[in-house]
């Protein structure tokens, strides 16, 4: 295979692409602006980074309904450390912020859009394990959360996933806290929805007892619910949040990752998380970049 490489320099205004004209076996060059920023970049012809870094967009699945994740307000712009880590990728790439567009990604559609190419990455709370290895590949992890429980404030029956049994739980279809209850806890009475706000209400009203995913997203629910939740208990799960990508495309996934390191290094990783899910979570463990 071919190594040359393509420029890709970002600069200010109007994008520009120069293509000199190729003829015989000569390799056609090509450089291009994309907005956002002021690096030179060079990225390895074919490669996704120059598509999209030569697009000067990326389409990137995100939740829409995650306190400190992925959270869309009523301006529209979504907000969280998953949009932050969305954001560092395509600043990498030269593109700006308001080039990116923000695709809804719910916990079972995540694989689906990676596969069918409607999103290029999806930074929406996703675990990353074997299963999911299979159709789509993981650049990470950059948080490592853990499964958890959500009660009302005035439930003190319920305090670990032992006392599950006969009780209405509530997560989301296609994602790892459901399988979880599934695989390990036959005795509760599983319920499913697409987003986890759709377990909100009927906590509220007793329809359910119990709301069930990863710790963080469960301490936004709690953080905006006004004393009404509280967490019961401990996580008894690890879940690293991987980048999600397309199967095949392992340099990537490399780049990504090489992405993370340089922003766990250089300590805008750290920023990410404190302007977002640290406000309300504290000082977060640093997570080791897996190149598996
Ligand atoms: N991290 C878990 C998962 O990827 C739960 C959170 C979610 O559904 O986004 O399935």
Do not use: H
Request: charged content about 25%; hydrophobic content about 40%; some cysteine.
């Amino acid at each position: 295979m071919r190594t040359s490489l393509k420029l890709a320099v970002t600069g200010i205004a109007a994008a520009l692409v120069l293509t000199a004209c190729s003829s015989g076996d000569a390799e056609p060059e090509e450089s291009s602006t994309a907005g956002g920023g002021d690096e030179m970049m060079e990225f390895a012809e074919g490669s996704t980074m120059a598509a999209l870094s030569e697009a000067g967009t990326i389409t990137i699945g995100t939740k829409f309904d995650q306190p400190l994740f992925g959270l869309v307000g009523p301006d529209g712009v979504p907000e969280g450390f998953d949009v932050e880590i969305g954001k560092l990728i395509a600043s990498k790439l030269g593109i700006a912020e308001g080039d990116i567009e923000w695709i809804e990604t719910v916990s079972a559609n995540r694989e689906p859009f990676i596969e069918g190419g409607q999103v290029d990455i999806v930074v929406a709370t996703y675990t990353i394990n074997d299963a999911r290895k299979e159709i789509v590949s993981f650049a990470g992890p950059y948080y490592v959360a853990g499964q958890a429980l959500m009660v009302l404030s005035d439930n003190d029956d319920i305090t670990s996933p032992d006392d599950l049994a006969g009780k209405n739980v509530c997560s989301v279809e296609g994602s790892t806290p459901a399988q979880y209850i599934t695989d390990n806890y036959p005795d509760a009475t599983l319920v499913t929805f697409a987003a986890y706000t759709d377990c909100l209400e009927p906590l509220r009203n007793g329809q359910v007892d119990v709301v069930t995913t990863d710790n963080v997203i469960l301490a936004g629910y709690v953080a905006d619910s006004d004393g009404e939740f509280k967490i019961a208990g401990e996580q008894f799960t690890e879940e690293p949040y991987g980048i999600g990508l397309a199967l095949e495309d392992d340099e990537f996934r490399s780049w990504i990752n090489d992405v993370l390191e340089e922003a766990i290094d250089d300590g805008s990783w750290l920023d990410a998380w404190n302007a977002t899910a640290g406000e309300v979570l504290g000082d977060p463990v640093v997570p080791t970049i897996d190149r598996y």
